[in-house]
C-alpha cells in the first residue's frame, strides 16, 4: 500500500493514520515523486461491516497531488486522492462485479466526528443487508466502513451513499470502490484487483469523453445515472434511457466516443483482460466530466519494479 505525493513546489507533510496513532513525516521535491508506504497490518481493511480504525490523513504545507495504489506481485491498481475539499454528502458508487465473493466492494472514510450516513445497497451485503432497503452508519474522523456483497459475482454499481440531513453538509466523507478481482469484461482474462475513489454526485457532469488508451486493443466503459428518465446518447445517438441508480455498459470498444446525458452522469472506463485487450489487466478510472476540463496538472506514475511502462492520454476540447 504506497502513496505516491507530488507537487511543483518543495514542501514537506505527514501521514497519520489518527485512530492508531501512527504518523510519518515526508519531504517532497518540486516536479519529483514521493513514495510513503502505508504498513499493510494498519492500513488494509479486511472485515466488512465493522467500523473499523484504517482512515489515512495526508496533510501537507502546500499543494500537493497525492496517488494511492494497491499492490501485489501479479495484481494491482490506483486511484487519484481527492483534497478534502472535494469531498461530499452524497454519493452514487461505481464498481464491477468481482470473481466469487465479495463480488464487489467499498469503503467510506469519515473526516468529521458523529458523520452518519445512509447506504442502499443494490444487492444484498454480506451483513445480511438486503438489496433496496436502506441502513444507517455513524462514523467519527478517520474511521472507516467497509462493505462487501455477499452475492456471488454481485455488483454495488448504483449503490447510494448519503450524509444525514442531521449529519448536515459539514461532514464530508470519502467513497472508494473495486472489487478484489474482476474479469472486464466477463468473458476476458485475467482478472485483477480494481480500485477508484468516487466523485460526489453533485460534481458529475452531463458530456463526458471516452478515449481509447494507446497500448490495448479495446476497453470497457460504463455510463451511471443518478436520476429516473435519464437519456444516455453516444455520438449523438441515443442509446438508453436510463432509471436512477442503472447503467449502460459497453465492451470492446476500440474508438473514442463522446457521451451525453440529460441529466448529470458518471462515465468510468476499464481496462480490459488481456485476452481481449492484448496486454495488461483489468483496472478502473473515473472520469472527469468535460466541464472540469484544465490547463495545468502535476500528477505521478507508479514507481515500481513490476510496473516498468508508463502512458498518458491528453483530450483537447
Not at 286 to 296: E, F, M, P, R, T
Request: net charge negative; glycine share 8%.
Amino acid at each position: 500500500m504506497d502513496l505516491f505525493i507530488t507537487s511543483t513546489t518543495n514542501t514537506s507533510g505527514t501521514v497519520t493514520i489518527p485512530q492508531q496513532g501512527w504518523s510519518v513525516n515526508f519531504d517532497v521535491i518540486a516536479n519529483q515523486t514521493t513514495t510513503v508506504n502505508v504498513p499493510n497490518n494498519l492500513g488494509e481493511s479486511i472485515t466488512a461491516q465493522i467500523i473499523d480504525n484504517k482512515g489515512i490523513y495526508v496533510e501537507t504545507q502546500d499543494t500537493v497531488a497525492v496517488f494511492a495504489i494497491n499492490m501485489e506481485q501479479y495484481t494491482a491498481d490506483g486511484s487519484k486522492i481527492l483534497p478534502t475539499q472535494s469531498l461530499g454528502t452524497e454519493y452514487r458508487i461505481a464498481t464491477y462485479f468481482g470473481i466469487g465473493t465479495p463480488g464487489s466492494e467499498f469503503m467510506i472514510v469519515a473526516t468529521e466526528d458523529d458523520t452518519e450516513i445512509i447506504i442502499i445497497p443494490t444487492v444484498a451485503t454480506t451483513n445480511g443487508d438486503a438489496a433496496g432497503v436502506p441502513f444507517t452508519i455513524n462514523l467519527d474522523a478517520g474511521e472507516s466502513y467497509m462493505v462487501q456483497t455477499s452475492v456471488s459475482g454481485g455488483d454495488f454499481t448504483g449503490t447510494s451513499i448519503i450524509g444525514t440531513e442531521e449529519s448536515g453538509p459539514c461532514r464530508p466523507f470519502a467513497v472508494f470502490s473495486g472489487s478484489y478481482c474482476s474479469n472486464i469484461p466477463s468473458s476476458c482474462g485475467a482478472c485483477d484487483h480494481i480500485y477508484e475513489q468516487n466523485f460526489p454526485v453533485p460534481t458529475w457532469g452531463s458530456e463526458y469523453f471516452v478515449i481509447p488508451f494507446n497500448t490495448l486493443d479495446s476497453y470497457t466503459y460504463r455510463v451511471v445515472a443518478d436520476q429516473d428518465g435519464t437519456d444516455v446518447t453516444i455520438d449523438g445517438a441515443l442509446a438508453g434511457t436510463l432509471a436512477a441508480g442503472a447503467f449502460l455498459e459497453f465492451n470492446n470498444e476500440d474508438e473514442p466516443h463522446c457521451v451525453v446525458g440529460s441529466n448529470p452522469i458518471a462515465c468510468v472506463q476499464y481496462l480490459e483482460g488481456i485476452d481481449c485487450a492484448g496486454d495488461g489487466d483489468p483496472a478502473m478510472l473515473v472520469l472527469n466530466a468535460a466541464s472540469q476540463k484544465i490547463d495545468n496538472i502535476t500528477f505521478s506514475t507508479v514507481e515500481s519494479d513490476i510496473i516498468t511502462t508508463h502512458n498518458i492520454t491528453v483530450i483537447t476540447a
